[in-house]
């Protein structure tokens, strides 16, 4: 018998690989990140082209490092600015940081705060495969109880500061209005963290850390923690795989209903009043509605006053889950003109006013010009009309907030974590989480120290040899919560000041009505084929920054993009290149040299209509993706040589079907948004919304037969055109129309946005 041949390695071979779930192709790994388990740096967190990871854990650092340098060479993947090499998988956080160019894009307002944040938590080690390091996200909204948000408000916000508090000035918009900032009250308090918001509290924990008696144990403000596996469990009970989680955990019981998460507003009153309670959030309350649903129906009890515990209670402000996370992450790009700088400069004068500060608007203009803000005529010009709307508002009766309208009626606002509240202060909560305020002296004055167990380096299991006292220990950190990975040392830079956004040429997605010329280039092709694909990739970074386009004949031109067109001031602008057009049509196209390098031969389907869904190209220029064949293939043809360079047969497994109503037939056009809402168009003028797990949204149906749609980057946004040459702008979540172009001489066919959006 073979087995009777085994020897006792292989039998501890085998006795490991009984916990085996999957196996992974090298080919498929795109990151190896270093990890900390259970505050110990043995473990590794790898990343799949699918968009999984799996975490292992080792038993010590140098089996960690043998076993990246077995894996492919791929460092922390390419997105961070990084060099694909072991040495950075097996970088320090602290040094991952260091390296990146994350920092500075976030500053120059290229990412999101949302994703600053995502960057930030993967560096330190914070990762949805272990719950102890879950990552964590501020609480950014303090009002959960009335009808209606008003998001210009600052008393709205959490102040994710709290090192000084400007008497009703905010303090965004720090180029343009510092005069005032030096004028203004400022009241210096170091309580910086959400256990220390309420003031009652900080004065407890203050006194906690102040009168600490016992010798064995180092002084802490709180017993508990921000992030723990347990609170992460209880903000998503309601979903799988962690209410199989919860109740394994639990002895296969759900939680008392009263302790139950069951209300937005109960949870944020909680973090503020309970002594044990300092709990942040978590991503998911910024793109995962489905965790407010109890959808499979569990019993979850009934709280002593005889509520019962099922979906969770949401502010009134938000009629729906969809609602609550839009505003509760979102900014509306389109009301970002109006909403945003008229109730500022508004809000600032009527403050001086109110706080016995004598600034005029005036005063005000001279600092916002000598700050560079405006230092186009054009840009001057729209401050200063907008001043004078403002100072005769000024003079006159008050006004209430909502009469006052910019030029654009019923645009949106900006919404909580992409707003300028939360962009100007962030940097703050960034110290407290992972930066100088994390420990040390700075941390105790900002009323941040936990349990001395929570942070790194606290503890070194291997040095503890009695199994019992181990177990112990570990049950100790997994119990207190784990500290992020400390990431700086110093002050974090803060976000660049928007108020830059307002003078460089209008986004197509920022209407006012002093919008410059609307069509600022034509550009018409030799073949007389119309144009049905565009696809605009204009990052300068590119070795090509093109937009390329496709024609009905399938000709396509790869026209090269100047990134140096635009206003004095902006990024990249050049005064020796700056008579260039935007576009330059591709030489090959425009001399006929090279007709048949551009051609795409392969004949397609002719039962197939040829549209702009037909083709994708990559992010780089460099290939297009093309369907509709006769072989059910799609095709990749290389923009440098001639004919496909790959042919592939579509198969695969169906995922989910979006089924519309009974009029929502026949789909004829998607488009799909990074969080995965889906917008698809269908015969007849009738639009439908989709979340991510196939529920519809909302819906619209138009008069105009639509032939392209187009999602702004960040999904808020559905840009149609059609038949009537007309561009029609619509806010994505409920299809409500904020802007018409002036209508073209031509019937559109396709879209696209350059990567600034203007």
Known sequence: MPLLAISNATIKVLAYTEGLHGKWMFSEIRAVFSRRYLLQNTALEVFMANRTSVMFNFPDQATVKKV??????????????????????????????????????????????????????????????????????????????????????????????????????????????????????????????????????????????????????????????????????????????????????????????????????????????????????????????????????????????????????????????????????????????????????????????????????????????????????????????????????????????????????????????????????????????????????????????????????????????DPVLREAMEAQIQNFGQTPSQLLIEPHPPRSSAMHLCFLPQSPLMFKDQMQQDVIMVLKFPSNSPVTHVAANTLPHLTIPAVVTVTCSRLFAVNRWHNTVGLRGAPGYSLDQAHHLPIEMDPLIANNSGVNKRQITDLVDQSIQINAHCFVVTADNRYILICGFWDKSFRVYSTETEGPCLVHTITGDLLRALEGTENCLYPRLISVSSEGHCIIYYERGRFSNFSINGKLLAQMEINDSTRAILLSSDGQNLVTGGDNGVVEVWQACDFKQLYIYPGCDAGIRAMDLSHDQR
């Not at 976030?106 to 560096?123: A, D, P, V």
């Not at 002895?251 to 909680?270: E, I, L, Y």
């Not at 992409?418 to 700075?442: A, M, N, T």
Request: aromatic share 12%; charged share 25%.
């Open 68 to 465: 990246v340098y077995s894996l492919p060479r791929v460092g922390v993947g390419t997105s961070y600015g990084l060099p694909q090499a072991r040495r950075i998988s097996l970088a320090t956080p602290r040094q991952l940081y260091k390296s990146s160019n994350m920092t500075q894009r976030w500053q120059r307002r290229e990412i999101s705060n949302f994703e600053y944040l995502m960057f930030l938590n993967t560096i330190a080690g914070r990762t949805y495969n272990d719950l102890n390091q879950y990552p964590v996200f501020p609480w950014v909204l303090t009002n959960y109880e009335s009808e209606e948000l008003d998001l210009t408000l600052p008393g709205n916000f959490r102040d994710l500061s709290k090192d000084h508090i400007v008497i009703y000035t905010p303090l965004w918009y720090s180029d343009c209005v510092n005069r005032l900032e030096r004028r203004s009250v400022l009241a210096e308090n170091s309580r910086n963290p959400i256990g220390a918001l309420n003031p009652k509290r900080a004065v407890f924990y203050a006194e906690r850390y102040e009168t600490w008696e016992d010798d064995q144990t180092p002084p802490y403000h709180y017993n508990t923690h921000y992030s723990t596996s347990t609170s992460t469990l209880a903000w998503l009970v309601r979903i799988e795989p962690f209410t199989t989680f919860f109740l394994n955990a639990n002895d296969g019981k759900f939680d008392h209903p009263d302790r139950t998460f069951s209300s937005v507003a109960r949870s944020w009153r909680n973090s503020q009043r309970d002594t044990s309670d300092v709990k942040e959030l978590i991503p998911e309350f910024y793109y995962l509605p489905e965790m407010f649903v109890n959808s499979n129906g569990y019993n979850l009890g009934i709280r002593e006053d005889e509520i019962v515990v099922n979906d969770v209670d949401l502010p009134p402000w938000a009629k729906k889950p969809e609602d609550f996370v839009r505003i509760n992450r979102m900014m509306d790009i389109g009301g970002m003109w109006w909403s945003q700088l008229g109730p500022i400069l508004f809000n600032i004068f009527i403050s001086d006013v109110d706080s016995g500060i004598e600034c005029t608007l005036s005063e005000f203009a001279d600092d916002t010009k000598l700050s560079g803000a405006a230092d186009t005529p054009e840009g001057w010009d729209i401050i200063q009309k907008e001043m004078k709307k403002l100072e005769k508002w000024a003079h006159g009766p008050k006004v209430q907030q909502d009469q006052v309208q910019g030029p654009a009626p019923g645009l949106g606002q900006p919404l909580a974590l992409e707003s300028e509240f939360v962009s100007c202060q962030l940097h703050q909560w960034i110290d407290l989480i992972f930066g100088y305020k994390q420990r040390g002296p700075e941390a105790v004055r900002a009323l941040n120290v936990f349990h001395y167990l929570t942070y790194e380096g606290s503890v070194n299991l291997d040095s503890i040899t």
